[in-house]
């Protein structure tokens, strides 16, 4: 296991359409995290995980999105009903959460673009 | 307001000079505080946390001002490989692991 892993990298969807993304941790972290990135932008925290647990929950995560992490190791994030807007990159990363000081382990990202 | 400002740039130097990035953030209650690197269409990494005394590594030094909220990141003796936009991230408070990211400063070493 040698950092963390998402899948698809990309993904071009219709407008309308759901897609599901996956991220699967470093094994020995415990802590997850899913942010977005537009272009020009820094990332945006969407959501994040402790275990199986979602501890918290941005304001930018409307009713169209939705997170797991059913068994506290891989995650998946679903978009329903996609909209232009929803273009960006969706970024995952993970930690051990004992100390923040070391920062997070970020993934490659899924790059979406909803036509 | 944003929670993490910087100045987008970009910032064009020539190799060997000394260039610095400035941010500053708005919750005072904001517990800790990093430096990260982001080349071209990859994920952020982290090039170094920033603690209240201040801290060097290499040819990078990392400030702290609590009571003025403001971060710098001073890079000395740039190389071409130092090219990347350079993220002020903090985590708000005590009560969440979430990191803020700023928009980013865009640096460009050239020849």
């Known amino acids: 296991d040698t950092g963390v892993s998402q899948d698809p990298r990309h993904k071009i969807t219709k407008r309308g359409q759901n897609v599901t993304f996956r991220c699967d941790p470093i094994s020995e972290h415990n802590r997850l995290y899913w942010y977005r990135q537009t272009l020009g932008q820094g990332p945006e925290f969407l959501t994040y995980?402790?275990?199986?647990?979602?501890?918290?929950k941005s304001r930018l995560l409307s009713d169209r999105f939705s997170a797991e992490r059913p068994k506290g190791s891989f995650s998946t994030l679903e978009i329903q009903r996609t909209e232009q807007g929803d273009s960006a990159m969706y970024l995952c990363?993970?930690?051990?959460?004992?100390?923040?000081?070391?920062?997070?382990?970020f993934g490659s990202g899924t790059r979406l673009t909803v036509v | 307001r944003k929670e993490v400002e910087q100045d987008p740039g970009p910032f064009n130097v020539p190799e060997g000079a000394t260039v610095a990035f400035n941010c500053t953030y708005s919750n005072s209650a904001s517990q800790s505080f990093f430096w990260y690197r982001q080349d071209c269409r990859k994920e952020p990494k982290l090039l170094m946390s920033?603690?209240?005394s201040g801290n060097e590594d290499g040819r990078f030094t990392a400030q702290l001002n609590r009571a003025s909220q403001y971060i710098s990141l001073l890079i000395r003796d740039s190389k071409l490989s130092d090219s990347a936009t350079y993220l002020c991230?903090?985590?708000?408070?005590?009560?969440?692991?979430?990191?803020?990211f700023g928009t980013g400063t865009r640096l460009q070493v050239f020849p």
């Open positions: 995980f402790q275990n199986e647990a979602q501890l918290e």
């Open positions: 990363a993970s930690s051990t959460g004992t100390d923040s000081n070391y920062g997070y382990t």
């Open positions: 991230v903090v985590i708000p408070s005590m009560n969440t692991d979430k990191l803020i």
């Open positions: 920033v603690y209240s």
